[in-house]
């Protein structure tokens, strides 16, 4: 689906996959100028599609949109987009365990011009494709690298907005685990408080009940992160939005004061952290319930086996 603007969005177009073409000069493949989001549509049993909290996803996209000097869709226009999509393509929605339709919504700059500055004419897409279980044969403990050598975002730049330049940032990295035999990278910001992981946020659990994340300017605020810590406020744990130092994520696994630590996004939804490892440790992360009892809840309200009380369901199909 493609939505162009120039002084207004027109109407979207439903258009078969393919190629699109682009001047050499657009603006996106020299500057970066583009955001993106990352959604699932479910398929219930009674045969209905649904997907998560999209308004967020919507309201996301804008925040983006805002820092990267793009114009901001309006979140009815985006939901439209959604919708328009799955009335044509909801076929491809499949039904099962873990199965799912991973939406991709983006926007870019596809003015022609060799300055820098903002590109009046950009547009948005939205992209679809079925995506298996993320474990296959069950959820198991990732391994995660320390990144010492490289940040993903700094203060006053764009880690709060989901754009690809984030993300160019964060695959040497990525590499660097690979190469140390590790599943993902964490980033810290230059004080040494732990971000997030390349695509996913970060979670303790204190021996106390208490939950912990890191809060900052320049992380992405994940919409799962968000719904889980709701979930787990209703179950009556207290929730904290605050920095988390290295210094104290080790010290608290190794004094026994933190007994649990996640890992959380839409592709994965949730994935314990079982080992931390730096250039010169590796330490074994306590392994505890709550992440996959947490896991079991949101993934039962987003397949429609659980009352979805917080109303974050949206149809796509009607
Ligand atoms: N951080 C980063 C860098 C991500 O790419 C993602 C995935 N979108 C997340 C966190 C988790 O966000 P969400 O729960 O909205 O998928």
């Known amino acids: 689906i493609c939505w162009s603007v120039r002084g207004g969005w027109h109407r979207p177009r439903v258009s078969p996959y393919g ?55 309006p979140v009815p226009y985006f939901l439209q987009s959604l919708r328009e999509l799955i009335a044509v393509d909801g076929a491809w929605v499949p039904s099962g365990e873990d199965q799912s339709l991973y939406l991709r919504p983006f926007m870019f700059a596809k003015e022609a011009f060799l300055g820098v500055r903002p590109a009046h004419k950009v547009a948005y897409y939205l992209i679809a494709s079925p995506a298996g279980a993320y474990f ?47 599943d993902q990278v964490v980033f810290l910001d230059q004080d040494r408080n732990v971000e997030e992981l390349g695509g996913m946020n970060v979670v303790f659990v204190y021996k106390d009940g208490t939950i912990v994340t890191p809060q900052s300017d320049s992380i992405l605020e994940g919409i799962t992160r968000d719904s889980l810590l709701q979930l787990a406020r209703d179950r009556g744990h207290h929730v904290e939005g605050r920095n988390v130092s290295l210094d104290e994520w080790r010290r608290g696994v190794a004094s026994g004061d933190i007994v649990e630590v996640f890992a959380c996004g839409t592709a994965a939804v949730v994935t314990p952290i079982g080992i931390l490892k730096g250039r010169d440790f590796i330490d074994e992360q306590p392994m505890g319930t709550l992440a996959l009892e947490l896991r079991e809840e949101l993934t039962n309200i987003q397949y429609g086996r659980a009352e979805d009380k917080h109303g974050w369901l949206y149809r796509l199909d009607a």
């Open 19 to 73: 190629p699109i073409s682009l001047d050499p000069a657009a603006a996106v493949l020299h500057y970066g100028q583009e955001i993106f989001e990352g959604i699932k549509a479910y398929r219930h049993t009674d045969g209905s599609v649904h997907t998560f909290r999209p308004d967020q996803n919507g309201r996301r996209l804008q925040r983006s949109a805002r820092r990267l000097a793009l114009p901001e869709l």
């Open 136 to 182: 296959k044969g069950g959820v198991k403990p990732v391994s995660i690298w320390l990144s010492e050598d490289y940040s993903r975002a700094g203060k006053g730049g764009t880690g709060a907005a989901k754009t690809g330049g984030n993300y160019a940032a964060s695959l040497l990295p990525q590499s660097e685990a690979y190469e140390n035999e590790c």
